[in-house]
């Protein structure tokens, strides 16, 4: 049983483990009845560009972005259906824009997208609702593991957000249930643009990369500030 306080709980679990997601969705039912929402945000990353990696780094980063996620979305699959109702949503910008410095992460998410789609539209005649949400850089541990690293510049191009902004749009989608999000949802609208067509983004990424390596010097010489 997890630890619960009110209408929250906790407990331990490895998304790469399909018996440990099997007694995460028990736990909850336990504690609450059911499972309405699975919302796939874990993540992870190491920092670096893609020849600098160890080859177990970059399957770290697919075995807990992709496929851990994915046995997560399995594993609700057949308990939501079983139930009658459910509602699925995961993602990340980073699946529109192939980034320099987020090479293997990157291809994690635009696998992840396609995964999300391509079982929603196999589910289509299922009681399930399916949503991807792309939020943007986030203020959370990561992004401050990125901060320490250079090459990973570029997250720092853009505005950051806080958690507890990126948690309304996840909100929101749970009452409305759209098909996809983009956040912020201008800016968004405009990457996911932009992420179709390679040549333009071999143009404008390196510029974003440079705004993005000239916030981060100012970000570190200013001890306290965040992005």
Known sequence: ????????????????????????FEAAEAAFGSVDVLVNNAGITHT??????????HRDIVEVNLLGTVTGVCTALARMTAQG???INVC????????????????????????????????????????????PSTRTAMLEQEMADPSCAIAFAEKS???????????????????EVVFPALAGRVQRIAGV???????????????GLRHRERLTSQPGTGS
Do not use: N
């Not at 071999?202 to 440079?210: G, H, N, Q, S």
């Open 92 to 135: 990340s910008m980073t699946s529109f824009l192939p980034l320099p410095g987020y090479a293997t992460y990157c291809a994690s998410k635009y696998g992840l997208r396609a995964f999300h789609h391509s079982v929603a539209i196999e589910e289509r005649d299922g009681p399930l609702d399916f949503t991807i949400i792309h939020p």
């Open 85 to 87: 109702h459910g509602h």
């Open 161 to 179: 957000y806080a958690p507890q902004q990126i948690a309304r749009a996840v909100v929101d989608a749970i009452a409305t249930k759209p098909i």
């Open 1 to 24: 049983m997890p630890a619960a306080w009110g209408r929250a709980a906790a407990c331990v679990l490895d998304i790469r483990s399909p018996a440990g997601w099997t007694s995460a």
């Open 48 to 57: 670096g560009v893609a020849r600098d990696l160890r080859q177990q780094q």
């Open 197 to 211: 067509f390679p040549r333009l983004m071999r143009l404008i990424l390196p510029v974003d990369e440079a705004r």
